[in-house]
Each structure stands twice: as C-alpha cells, then as structure tokens.
C-alpha cells in the first residue's frame, strides 16, 4: 500500500500547475488563455514576466526532484526513477488542469538533477548557450535533453540512458510545434 501511495503522489506532485497556481493567485489571470496557452515557464515568463517565470521554472523542477525523493521520504522501495517519470506525466497530463499541462522541461530537468547532477549540468551548459546563440527556449530546451542523453550514453548506466533518451524525444514530440514555426521562422524569441 505504501508503495501505491508513493506513485500516486508522485503523479499528484507532478499534477501541480504553477503556472496555473502563479497566474490566478498573483496575476488573477488564468495563463492558459493568454500566450501560447501553455502551462510551462515560457509561457509565464513571456505573458508575467520575469519573476514569475523563474518562480515557475524554480517550482516545476522541484517537483521533479522531489518525486524522485518520496521514495527515501517514505521509505518505500519504489523506484525513483519510477516516481519521476510520473511526475513528468504528471506535469503533461495534469489531473488538476484537465490533463492539458506543459512540456515537462523543467520538470524533467529536476528529475535528471536528482539522478544524474553532472549530466544535467552540462545539459545546462548546453541550453544556456543556444539560447544565447538563438534566442530559442524551444530549440535550448531540446539540444539541452539530446545532451543530456549523450553524456548519459557515455557516462551513465543502461536505466538512466533509456531515461534520458525517453525524456529526450518526449521533449522533442511535446515541441513539435514550435519545431515546425522555427523552420516558418514565425517562433517567437526570448528576447
């Protein structure tokens, strides 16, 4: 029982909209109507600002993190690896906002934090460049997972390179839009 409690918590966790949460409280705007309509960082960042997009960012990663943690919090001999992917469905498919969620970035990135530091750094390395380089969070935010799945293959075990490959092309599918306006050259930039 404690073991089915930990993986619903971890998709409840992972459920958490802050920018849902950061819009209404502070804003007393539902973000899902304004932007890109997304439930994500970016969006909060370009239709609030600066500050509540860090907020969210901050918030939505340590929801990953600590799905990862429930396991040891419980002492349950759940897998965190288990807890975090739920939590990064959870965040894609909300339970709390009509399973219509975000793109699981930030999420993901606390996932990878707690399981592979070193790998997520240099996926943040990665996207801190191409986003200088091109002003595209989408494009940062997808050559930062596809890093992420290098270092992996090249330092990390089987389970966290299938992984970081999974949360790769999930990153990729979740961004196809914003694939396809890049090549239009109609997606927005960050600044």
Avoid at 31 to 54: D, E, M, W
């Amino acid at each position: 029982m404690l073991n089915i409690s930990t993986l619903f918590l971890s998709y409840l966790i992972g459920s958490i909209s802050f920018a849902l949460v950061v819009g209404k409280l502070f804003y007393k705007i539902d973000i899902r109507g304004y932007g890109s309509g997304n439930l994500g960082a970016t969006n909060v960042y370009r239709v609030l600002g600066k500050k509540a997009g860090l907020i969210v960012a901050i918030a939505d990663l340590l929801k990953g993190t600590l799905a990862c943690l429930l396991p040891q919090i419980f002492n349950s001999t759940v897998n965190p690896i288990i807890c975090g992917l739920l939590a990064i469905l959870g965040h894609v498919f909300p339970v709390f906002a009509g399973f219509k969620g975000g793109k699981a970035v930030a999420t993901a990135t606390g996932v990878l934090l707690f399981l592979t530091p070193l790998g997520t750094l240099t996926g943040f390395v990665v996207f801190i460049l191409t986003l200088i380089l091109s002003k595209y969070v989408s494009l940062s935010s997808m050559l930062a997972g596809i890093a992420i799945f290098i270092y992996s293959l090249i330092f990390e075990d089987k389970v966290i390179i299938a992984l970081a490959l999974f949360i790769s092309v999930l990153v990729i599918i979740l961004h196809r839009q914003n694939i396809k306006r890049m090549i239009k050259g109609t997606e927005n930039k960050i600044w």
